[in-house]
């Protein structure tokens, strides 16, 4: 049996729908992170199909995911020079003073993400 022979039959399901309907799907679809198609399927079929596309992430959501990233990297170092203070060890003032700069950067961005 060749592959395309082996590959699911698809079909185009389509429904007329208003502005306000449309858009109602779009947010919808938004809303549990999937993409329309894949927000009709799973109302169709009851579930999530390992063929749903999930929706693009947000621009916004992108940013804080970067932020959050740059957060954790931050307080790993810190971690690491609280380590070295705990052992008796000299603390190098100039990466702590930038760690903690990084750290209240990170902080107050992810501030401005939630007014």
């Known amino acids: ?11 185009l399901v389509s429904a007329a729908v208003n502005d306000a309907e449309r858009e109602r799907a ?22 999530v199909t390992p063929r749903t596309q999930r929706a693009a992430p947000t621009p916004e959501a992108q940013a804080l995911s970067a932020l959050i990233g740059q957060l954790g990297k931050a307080g790993n170092n810190l971690n690491q020079l609280t380590k070295l203070g ?5 603390l190098p003032m100039l990466e702590l ?14 501030r401005q993400t939630f007014q």
Do not use: C, D, F, W
């Not at 549990?32 to 109302?43: A, K, N």
């Not at 930038?98 to 992810?110: D, G, N």
């Open 1 to 11: 049996m060749s592959t395309s022979q082996k590959r699911e039959r698809r079909y």
């Open 26 to 47: 779009k947010a919808n679809a938004r809303a549990v992170g999937l993409s329309v198609s894949g927000y009709m399927r799973s109302l169709l079929t009851g579930e």
């Open 86 to 90: 705990n052992q008796g060890q000299p």
């Open 97 to 110: 003073s930038a760690t903690l700069a990084a750290i209240r950067l990170a902080a107050e961005k992810i």
